[in-house]
């Protein structure tokens, strides 16, 4: 069987839409749709069903997708050890892999301080989704990812390290000038009213379980693509919105934040894979650690 296919399959799978597997593997649509005919044809069962919002894999699916990111993970790995050997480890580019809020500061500061101990290294900065990343170090496409547990949770995978570096506490994004901006910690009871908007599941899950805690209900009114479209509502003026205090630093200066009374938490975690580690690795947990207050 064709790898290339095997991959093409695990990326639909991954993106759950057969056009954005595509853009990724600057395939056409029609031929990512006749590679995985072509897979199913000769496994002889489905591997895909479609839904209304695009794809996913079937029960039998599910088993080839598993199966195909171990191979193709192990076949990255030989690709990649031959060319360690040929060109070096020492030469062999470093892939970071961060969620958007640890990617805007605590993850380019500590390969900063990486570098400034170790000296020059080749290195990358891939911003995702937890989800995604985890998949990505699977694959063999990052080296490290740094990720969090928030909902829905960071899954267990005995192929992978997974070291835990600290708590993030989450705090209120306000616009500057709001009226809670500038004093003591906020009783989310107290923002009842605002309208407040979300980017992802994850948060909106954090949100609405601090809400219901307090014995409240939050209106999530504004839906925004991303982190930054999420921060420009509030500087807007549309919205106030749960985000992560390792973010508050690296904020535009019309926005503001407000500690939240029994603010929820989320741990963030550093995944890497078990074997045939990048030898920066190590070195670059250290520095990750000492972010979130452990040793240096």
Same mark, same amino acid.
Request: hydrophobic residues 45%.
């Given at each position: 069987?064709?790898?290339?296919?095997?991959?093409?399959?695990?990326?639909?799978?991954?993106?759950?839409?057969?056009?954005?597997?595509?853009?990724?593997?600057?395939?056409?649509?029609?031929?990512?749709?006749?590679?995985?005919?072509?897979?199913?044809?000769?496994?002889?069962?489905?591997?895909?069903?479609?839904?209304?919002?695009?794809?996913?894999?079937?029960?039998?699916?599910?088993?080839?997708?598993?199966?195909?990111?171990?191979?193709?993970?192990?076949?990255?790995?030989?690709?990649?050890?031959?060319?360690?050997?040929?060109?070096?480890?020492?030469?062999?580019?470093?892939?970071?892999?961060?969620?958007?809020?640890?990617?805007?500061?605590?993850?380019?500061?500590?390969?900063? =301080?990486?570098?400034?101990?170790? #000296?020059? @290294?080749?290195?990358? $900065? %891939? *911003?995702?989704? +937890?989800? !995604?990343?985890?998949?990505?170090?699977?694959?063999?496409?990052?080296?490290?990812?740094?990720?969090?547990?928030?909902?829905?949770?960071?899954?267990?995978?005995?192929?992978?390290?997974?070291?835990?570096?600290?708590?993030?506490?989450?705090?209120?994004?306000?616009?500057?000038?709001?009226?809670?901006?500038?004093?003591?910690?906020?009783?989310?009871?107290?923002?009842?009213?605002?309208?407040?908007?979300?980017?992802?599941?994850?948060?909106?899950?954090?949100?609405?379980?601090?809400?219901?805690?307090?014995?409240?209900?939050?209106?999530?009114?504004?839906?925004?693509?991303?982190?930054?479209?999420?921060?420009?509502?509030?500087?807007?003026?549309? =919205?106030?919105?749960?985000?992560? #205090?390792? @973010?508050?630093?690296? $904020? %535009? *200066?019309?926005? +503001?934040? !407000?500690?939240?009374?029994?603010?929820?938490?989320?741990?963030?975690?550093?995944?890497?894979?078990?074997?045939?580690?990048?030898?920066?690795?190590?070195?670059?947990?250290?520095?990750?650690?000492?972010?979130?207050?452990?040793?240096?």
């Amino acid at each position: 069987m064709d790898l290339a296919v095997w991959r093409s399959f695990v990326t639909v799978c991954r993106l759950g839409s057969l056009s954005a597997a595509a853009v990724e593997l600057h395939h056409t649509q029609s031929a990512v749709s006749r590679q995985i005919a072509g897979l199913e044809r000769q496994l002889g069962v489905e591997l895909l069903e479609r839904h209304a919002r695009g794809v996913r894999p079937t029960a039998a699916g599910e088993v080839f997708r598993r199966h195909a990111l171990a191979t193709l993970d192990e076949a990255d790995r030989a690709l990649r050890a031959v060319r360690d050997v040929r060109d070096g480890a020492r030469d062999r580019p470093l892939a970071v892999g961060a969620t958007p809020s640890l990617a805007a500061g605590i993850v380019p500061e500590a390969v900063r =301080a990486l570098l400034d101990e170790a #000296g020059p @290294l080749r290195w990358s $900065l %891939r *911003p995702g989704l +937890t989800a !995604a990343l985890h998949e990505r170090v699977l694959a063999g496409d990052l080296d490290v990812a740094v990720v969090t547990d928030a909902p829905p949770g960071l899954p267990h995978e005995p192929r992978l390290v997974r070291r835990f570096l600290g708590l993030d506490e989450m705090v209120v994004a306000l616009p500057a000038g709001h009226p809670r901006a500038g004093g003591g910690p906020v009783d989310v009871g107290g923002l009842a009213g605002e309208t407040w908007a979300e980017d992802d599941d994850g948060s909106a899950a954090l949100l609405r379980q601090h809400a219901a805690r307090a014995g409240v209900t939050v209106r999530v009114g504004l839906a925004a693509a991303d982190l930054p479209g999420k921060l420009a509502l509030v500087a807007t003026g549309h =919205a106030v919105a749960l985000i992560p #205090g390792v @973010l508050a630093r690296a $904020l %535009r *200066p019309d926005v +503001t934040t !407000a500690r939240l009374v029994g603010a929820p938490t989320r741990g963030i975690y550093a995944i890497a894979p078990r074997r045939d580690a990048h030898p920066s690795v190590g070195p670059l947990l250290v520095r990750l650690g000492a972010a979130f207050g452990g040793p240096a």
